[in-house]
């Protein structure tokens, strides 16, 4: 199933609330002047179909961490449809997903684009805001969202063109947030 293909892409820290203690939380600077719009650009990517990926936060905001699919509970969500986590070293929030979900899934539908080499590339591009209330640490009260675009380069195996080989995913996109 296709699903699960893109898995890292939307994965990243179903247990990222417990990365973060109170104390390192009340430590991190703010990032945004409260009620400021800042531009923001963020960059995850992976090369396999686990449940982690890697994730920065360049321009306005300069963070890093890991991202994980999860459901609005906090547990994982394999198949992608739900929320990221974002578990940034100043704190974490999360992002609505699942139209983006939907639309990777639709272009599965015809993959692979190259039969012969058993291969493809697929790439969408969507809204995506920040769950309400999801920020923590340096993201309290962190608002807006991003314009995400995602690119899937997969090779899988021959003749019959199943059984994934090798991926890459990135997702790249601007965005702008707010805090307080």
Same mark, same amino acid.
């Given at each position: 199933?296709r699903?699960?293909?893109?898995?890292p892409?939307?994965?990243? +820290?179903?247990a990222?609330g417990?990365?973060?203690?109170g104390?390192?939380?009340s430590?991190?600077?703010p990032?945004?002047?409260?009620a400021?719009?800042t +531009?923001?650009?963020?960059?995850?990517?992976?090369?396999n179909?686990g449940?982690t990926?890697?994730?920065?936060?360049?321009d306005? /905001?300069?963070?890093y961490?890991?991202?994980?699919?999860v459901h609005?509970?906090?547990?994982?969500d394999?198949?992608h449809s739900?929320?990221?986590?974002?578990?940034?070293?100043q704190?974490s929030?999360r992002?609505?997903?699942?139209g983006?979900?939907?639309k990777i899934?639709?272009?599965f539908a015809d993959?692979p684009?190259?039969?012969?080499?058993?291969s493809?590339?697929?790439n969408?591009?969507?809204?995506?805001? /920040?769950?309400?209330g999801?920020g923590t640490?340096a993201?309290r009260?962190?608002r807006g969202g991003?314009?995400?675009?995602v690119a899937i380069?997969?090779v899988?195996?021959?003749? +019959?063109c199943?059984g994934?080989?090798n991926q890459t995913i990135v997702?790249?996109?601007?965005?702008s947030?707010?805090?307080?």
């Amino acid at each position: 199933m296709r699903i699960t293909r893109f898995v890292p892409v939307f994965v990243a +820290a179903a247990a990222v609330g417990g990365l973060l203690t109170g104390d390192l939380a009340s430590a991190a600077a703010p990032l945004v002047t409260p009620a400021a719009r800042t +531009a923001v650009h963020l960059t995850d990517y992976s090369d396999n179909d686990g449940s982690t990926s890697t994730v920065i936060l360049a321009d306005g /905001i300069g963070d890093y961490g890991k991202a994980t699919s999860v459901h609005p509970d906090g547990t994982v969500d394999p198949e992608h449809s739900s929320q990221l986590d974002l578990a940034l070293t100043q704190g974490s929030f999360r992002l609505d997903i699942g139209g983006l979900h939907q639309k990777i899934i639709d272009a599965f539908a015809d993959f692979p684009a190259n039969k012969k080499t058993c291969s493809g590339t697929v790439n969408v591009t969507g809204w995506t805001p /920040i769950v309400a209330g999801s920020g923590t640490g340096a993201y309290r009260g962190i608002r807006g969202g991003f314009t995400l675009a995602v690119a899937i380069d997969e090779v899988d195996q021959k003749p +019959a063109c199943t059984g994934l080989l090798n991926q890459t995913i990135v997702i790249s996109g601007p965005g702008s947030v707010s805090t307080g």
